[in-house]
């Protein structure tokens, strides 16, 4: 059957009519669902659209079903229903050619679930909590239950959601665009919870791209893409007491040591070959063993859905997804809790400068360079072959600011460490001459990131309190840390990578060469109070060939071992916040793999069961010491006591806190014993010996002060007191002044 004559006030328009058909109409519901008849009032004309169906009726309660005139034989039917002012409340009767019927309610009945304001705010990019508007969302709308769902694609000539409640037809279910706002709407009866779906997106070229939402909450395990409906709201948090905590804390001023953490690599089931846990299985285990090592945060490597295993998260296609390879976002959210309850915070790796060129994601979303810039010297990132967000562009930054809030505020995150900063910074990262575009003043900063930058972390510390950010940024940008209303970045933090570097550097020199490289270990603190800095020894330096922490060690296993051990000690003794990597503990020879387990099975060697015991106790020393925390970021906090005995390679210096307290710590940097090496001590009364690095508990040779040093009227180093220590080789001394 053809269509009908235009005449017939059943049929629509015939522009209308063929833009319907064709698949590009982007107002289906001005066709479809219920509107007035013309010329006779009270009288409605109910459209529907079905390719497939032979049959179709309108169903209202009590009243005899009526069948409806099929109008096109793609597959249109309407009928004229008596009603009265308001429109009828009514379902959907179809009957296809095998004999089957389905019986639901008519999408294109209801009104728009996406309100004025929103609309506003998306295009203003400031709606704070896009979360709660766009994607899909299970919904009760005139007592009937269902998905609203809704996507920002301003270029497409047609959006349509598909699934298996649709028999992934992008024909059955076409959305509406909302005026100018290139946000599209349709709320679906009869779907609910774990519903896989996508969105079918007809660009301006004629070709239909399939493609996950991009904020969609949860998605299938890769290889697969779609997206899942999924509701929160629902998870029974018990971490209050540590969310009133966190409120009143100030983090630059307490500790923060970090344990940083692969979740698929951390523990597996059956051994380092095993399969993953799930959040659930490795919530308490990790919560234990973090709490006994005495870290203050786990940092999680990225945990946003990506389709790569090997990215270790840092390409991701679901920003608003926990990946669901260990588990649905609620559990995602048990793990925090259970951390929390413990005591530890969640640092969460966030990345917003970049994304993957994957096909099912944001990649030319509606058909053009919406998400990314189309100019591929602005669009593309050269060492990673990923796409540059466009953070001048209001909607785009709105995306990724709300996320960065949709993770703290849903979630319970404590902190976001930016990942990959400086990329985002500077125009011509990684890029030769002709291969970059100068911003309007002719330089090669990103203009557009940097307010993007400030204006998040203008939100985190405005929105949540005790909640902070750190930048993992490896340039001379000045004032990352600074405040943004002192011309800042605005970052709580920033990673320390010189220091990483040169340390590492260090380390890795056989001694007999340390004492001509001295200034390796002591230029940190010439630039230490520049930035607020966290001393990272991170995933990064023991992946790719470069070894691990125990393998950049020289000489023989005993020295190896007593080099790492000397190694946690300067770590833990530095000026600036801690970060160490997951499995450094260990002091396994094996570089990490993502594709394996950490091999806990080391802990029973003896050598390394001493690292292991000697991090638990700097742990504690640290956290029970405000002399090693309280004013890292404070010149007041630190003083050489000496450190120019290169010939020697010892370097001795004193940590403070504000009430007066102090420890001084001593590191001798080669095997040679230092039997009666005077050191100056800021205070006249006796000092016991906190921690020796040599202790035989940790593997050592136990040569150290007996426990106890008593200083002599000795001037030395600018004090009028001192003491003859005995420094054990490749070993840390920390003491502290006894009470009284």
Known sequence: MGARAAADPLCPADRDLRRLLAGRHHDPHRILGVHRAPGTPGDWIVRCFHPGAATAEVLVEGRPPLAMARVHEAGLFAARLAGGETPPVYRLRLGFPDGGSLERDDPYRFLPTVGELDLHLIGEGSHRRLWEVLGAHPRVLDGVAGVAFAVWAPNARRVSVVGEFNAWDGRVHAMRVLGGSGVWELFIPGIGEWALYRYEIAAADGALRLKTDPLAFAAELR???????????????????????????????????????????????????????????????????????????????????????????????????????????????????????????????????????????????????????????????????????????????????????????????????????????????????????????????????????????????????????????????????????????????????????????????????????????????????????????????????????????????????????????????????????????????????????????????????????????????????????????????????????????????VRRDRSGGHVVVALNLTPVPRRAYRVGLPCAGPYREALNTDAALYGGGNLGNGGTVVPEPVAMHGFAQSAALTLPPLAAVVLQPLAG
């Open 223 to 653: 290889p697969k893409t779609a997206g899942l409906v999924f509701e929160h709201g629902r998870y029974p948090w018990a971490d209050a007491a540590w969310m009133a905590e966190r409120a009143q804390r100030q983090p630059r001023s307490g500790p923060l040591a970090i344990y940083e953490v692969h979740l698929g690599s951390w523990m597996r089931s059956g051994g380092e070959a095993g399969e993953w846990l799930t959040y659930r299985e490795i919530a308490p285990r990790l919560a234990e063993h973090v709490r006994r090592l005495g870290f203050t945060h786990v940092e999680l490597l990225p945990v946003a859905e990506h389709p790569f295993d090997a990215s270790w998260g840092y390409q991701v296609t679901g920003f608003y997804a926990p990946t669901s390879r260990f588990g649905t976002p609620d559990d995602f959210k048990f793990l925090v809790d259970t951390l929390h309850q413990a005591g530890i915070g969640v640092i969460l790796d966030w990345v917003p400068g970049h994304f993957p060129r994957d096909d099912h994601s944001l990649r030319r979303f509606d058909g053009t360079a919406l998400y990314e810039h189309e100019d591929p010297r602005l669009g593309e990132h050269p060492d990673w072959g990923t796409l540059i967000f466009n953070f001048g562009r209001n909607e785009v930054a709105n995306f990724l600011l709300a996320n960065a809030l949709f993770w703290l505020e849903v979630f319970h995150v404590d902190a976001l460490r930016v990942d990959a900063v400086a990329s985002m910074l500077y125009l011509d990262y990684s890029r030769r001459e002709g291969e970059w575009i100068p911003n309007r003043y002719g330089g090669r900063e990103n203009l557009d990131a940097v307010a993007f930058l400030r204006r998040l972390n203008e939100l985190v510390y405005a929105l949540h309190d005790g909640c902070f950010t750190v930048a993992e940024e490896s340039t001379a940008w000045p004032a990352v840390s600074l405040p943004t209303w002192l011309g800042g970045l605005g970052f709580g933090f920033k990673w320390n990578m010189g220091w990483m570097h040169d340390t590492l550097h260090y380390f890795h020199r056989d001694p007999v060469h340390r004492a001509h490289h001295h200034n390796e270990l002591t230029f940190s603190m010439l630039y230490a109070y520049t930035e607020n800095f966290v001393l990272p020894l991170s995933h990064d330096e023991v992946v790719h060939g470069k070894g691990s922490l125990l393998g950049k060690m020289p000489g023989d296993r005993w020295r190896q071992f007593a080099n790492l051990r000397l190694l946690m000690a300067y770590h833990w003794t530095h000026p600036g916040k801690k970060l160490l990597f997951m499995g450094s503990e260990l002091a396994p020879d094996r570089e990490w793999d993502h594709d394996r387990g950490l091999e806990w099975h080391l802990a029973q060697d003896p050598p390394r069961a001493g690292v292991l015991r000697l991090i638990e106790d700097l742990g504690r020393l640290y956290r029970g010491t405000a002399a090693l925390w309280e004013l890292d970021h404070d010149p007041e906090g630190f003083a050489w006591i000496d450190c120019q005995d290169a010939a020697q390679s010892v370097v001795s210096f």
